[in-house]
């Protein structure tokens, strides 16, 4: 199971702030966020809107993912190449993530202002309390920094479907099993857990000069005005706590941060190595008959 690594005393703070919380209307921040409809024609070179999106949409998830699904998460949609070799990748929902990020963002300026949360969160450091309070009396810089790396979060969740799926793809080569490996709940539980472990590993400054957080702005900085690398500040160690308890409380959306005990050592393994080569080094392991994964990002309106 995933945690913050505090006390559990403070993650119990964490949990009562976001458990009471409301969303309300932020002017210091909204200027700093565009609304979908203005940055649209901006952002058409990535949208794709397949046709049958919406036959899976709001549909229940079936207990396994397989050649005959698609993956349909609240902010993702991702198309296994099981399924069709030519839509295959990771479809970032769009106008559910923005209206995400645009509360999440309330949530985490809302917590700033709370000194006692903001020493939680900084891990009771000067220095990154410091930093916090810089970021809090600067939005555009808060917006900027919060953006990279809650698209990371849902970006690693995405990746972890692939390989998933690759690891079945190994396995049916050996004769040794069929895609999908194990149950859909087990998979999204696991997605979200090697989404947090990837965004709290991130070294200062490490994320920002990344190809990934490169490619992953250029398709959506459209939506952020003024969006500049230089205004970006790693602050990961408070970001991980605050989606643990945005998603796990305020949203308590169900979906625990955790490796299943149904899952074997050996799969364990597996993804971890694959993980390697397609997070870390951007290497597809398996060559398919189409473009890479990190070309196959795109937004979708449904
Ligand atoms: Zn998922």
């Given at each position: 199971m995933y945690k913050p690594k505090i006390s559990d005393r403070k993650l119990e703070e964490l949990v009562n702030f976001a458990s009471g919380w409301e969303p309300r209307e932020y002017p210091e921040l909204s200027k700093n966020i565009r609304t979908l409809k203005s940055v649209e024609k901006a952002l058409l070179p990535h949208i794709r809107d397949v046709d049958y999106f919406v036959n899976w949409i709001g549909r229940k998830k079936p207990k396994r993912y397989s050649r005959k699904s698609i993956i349909v998460d609240e902010y993702l949609i991702y198309v296994p190449y099981h399924y069709s070799i030519d839509d295959c990748g990771i479809y970032f929902r769009v106008g559910e993530l923005w209206r995400d990020f645009q509360v999440f963002a309330g949530f985490v300026y809302n917590a700033l202002e709370n000194s006692r949360i903001l020493w939680i969160l900084a891990d009771e450091s000067d220095v990154q309390a410091l930093k916090l309070r810089r970021l809090y009396k600067a939005p555009a810089s808060l917006i900027c920094s919060l953006f990279i790396e809650y698209i990371v979060f849902h970006y690693a969740h995405g990746v972890a479907h692939h390989v998933f799926e690759d690891l079945a793809y190994v396995l049916e080569a050996m004769g040794?099993?069929?895609?999908?490996?194990?149950m859909a709940r087990d998979e999204e539980e696991y997605c979200r857990y090697v989404a947090f472990t990837t965004l709290e590993?991130?070294?200062?400054g490490v994320l920002a000069r990344s190809r990934k957080a490169e490619r992953l702005i250029s398709i959506f900085?459209?939506?952020?005005?003024?969006?500049?690398?230089?205004?970006v500040e790693s602050m990961n160690f408070a970001t991980t706590k605050l989606l643990y308890v945005y998603y796990?409380?305020?949203?308590?959306?169900?979906?625990?941060?955790k490796i299943s005990g149904r899952i074997n050592e050996g799969i364990n393994l597996m993804f971890k190595l694959l993980w390697k080569n397609h997070y870390?080094?951007?290497?597809?392991a398996i060559e398919l008959k189409t473009k890479p994964l990190v070309q196959r990002i795109y937004l979708t309106r449904l």
């Open positions: 040794r099993g069929k895609y999908s490996l194990i590993k991130y070294m200062p900085y459209p939506m952020i005005p003024e969006f500049e690398w230089r205004r796990g409380t305020y949203k308590s959306d169900g979906i625990q941060p870390t080094f951007e290497e597809d």
